[in-house]
């Protein structure tokens, strides 16, 4: 079939096969590029492993330090004449290219949350790898099924006051006002719940009592706090009191991983095109205003920057000084996001965007590209006009 981009609202319901392989073996390519990671870890599990940073992460071990991967993620494979899923397709090609260069790699597809996913994974790692010396977590779900049986889902409200903002449409440009209300306490702890750092930490003690995590073993998982213009919708509302849980949750974590002599780290990274970030009120506008003020500046990066960035210059150069921890603990990635010279620029700009010189002051464009790769789309290399095949098999350890 020949596949194009449907968008509908923030959601892009097709995906492309080829350039999804495109964007992984791009990835690919950036992180052989920057070298070798000499301290980096043989042994790695992913939660969260089919598209974003978690993707980006397994990319970053496998390439440029040689590890084993076990990824675990919930994707869809297609189905009649509807397309996977873009992790589909994209753990798909990481699978066959990391195999086609002597690499292990396994994947997991299926809940998370589930205690069922747990014990699959625990298994494999003990029939194939023993253990692993490093655990990312790295999911962005909608809802959780809780310990218990309840189904609880996030929310993307301000706390305490309405919020009045403006969004770009992905498709027309166009510029839209939102207005959202405050969330209830019942929306705050149930994005909590879901979005918060309970599951990771019910993943390592489930990892521990197994005996699966290995001397010196890290865990990290992914934050994002952004620009003050972002506050009152992002880290002041109900997404950044579940962030304000990563930091509980990697607290929490330091005794249980020092009995492997392990660590728990939050990395905050910088703003970027996700399908998480795509769906929040105002953040079209602030990234496109970044993107644009960062490529000028020759700081812009993606996920794949970021995460090699992580490993070469932070995590694994074996100076414990080079983690360059904030007052909180946390690894800080968001560095060249939140310099005086760039925030001051976006701030100078934030209440100026409008329709007429969107393409002047801001790089949408770029924003649009960004989302579109993220489906499969937009890469020069592909043929989009060529018949392809929508399904494309993987092998898995658990799941359908």
């Known amino acids: 079939m020949i596949i194009k981009p449907r968008i509908k609202g923030f959601l892009c319901t097709t995906s492309h096969p080829v350039g999804c392989e495109k964007d992984v073996v791009l990835q690919i390519a950036h992180v052989k590029h920057r070298g070798v990671v000499e301290h980096g870890p043989k ?37 009649k004449n509807r397309t996977a899923s873009p992790g589909w397709y994209k753990s798909a090609a990481f699978t066959k290219l990391a195999e086609e260069e002597g690499l292990y790699a396994k994947n997991l597809n299926g809940d998370a949350f ?98 699966v995590l290995a001397e010196g073993c890290i865990t990290t998982n992914y934050t994002y706090l952004g620009s003050e213009v ?29 009995s492997v002599n392990g660590h728990a780290y939050v990395a905050v990274m910088k703003g970027l095109m996700t399908q998480a970030a795509s769906a929040i009120p105002g953040m079209s506008v602030y990234l496109s205003l970044l993107f644009k003020i960062m490529k000028s500046n020759g700081t812009h990066e993606g996920c794949i920057e970021q995460t090699t960035r992580l490993f070469l210059e932070r995590l694994f150069t074996g100076d414990i000084n080079d983690l360059a921890l904030d007052e909180k603990g946390r690894i800080r990635l968001d560095d060249w996001e939140l310099t005086p010279e ?32 993220m489906h499969g789309f937009g890469f020069g290399e592909v043929d989009y006009e060529a018949e392809v095949d929508q399904v494309v098999e993987m092998s898995l350890a658990f799941g359908d």
């Open 230 to 258: 972002t506050w009152p919708i992002y880290y002041h509302g109900t997404i950044g009191k579940a962030k304000e849980d990563l930091d509980r949750a990697a607290l929490a974590l330091r005794e249980p991983m020092a």
């Open 43 to 79: 042994r790695v599990l992913v939660i969260g492993a089919s598209g974003g940073y978690g993707l980006a992460t397994r990319i970053s071990a496998a390439f440029g330090s040689g590890a084993s991967t076990i990824g675990v993620f919930f994707e869809r494979p297609s189905v």
């Open 114 to 211: 589930s205690e069922e996913l747990k014990a699959a994974t625990i298994a494999l790692i003990k029939a194939d790898l023993g253990q692993v010396d490093m655990v990312v977590y790295s999911v962005a779900a909608p809802a959780r099924q809780v310990p218990g049986g309840e189904l609880v889902r996030s929310t993307l409200k301000p706390i305490g006051e309405p919020f009045e903002g403006s969004t770009i449409d992905i498709n027309s440009s166009e510029i839209r006002s939102i207005a959202l209300e405050p969330a209830s306490v019942e929306e705050v702890n149930d994005t909590v719940k879901v979005m918060g750092g309970e599951d990771w930490e019910l993943w390592i003690a489930a990892l521990l009592e197994a005996n």
């Open 342 to 373: 760039v925030q001051d620029q976006v701030k100078a700009l934030w209440h100026t965007v409008s329709e007429e010189n969107l393409n002047e002051i801001s790089d949408f464009a770029g924003y649009q590209a960004a989302y579109l790769q």
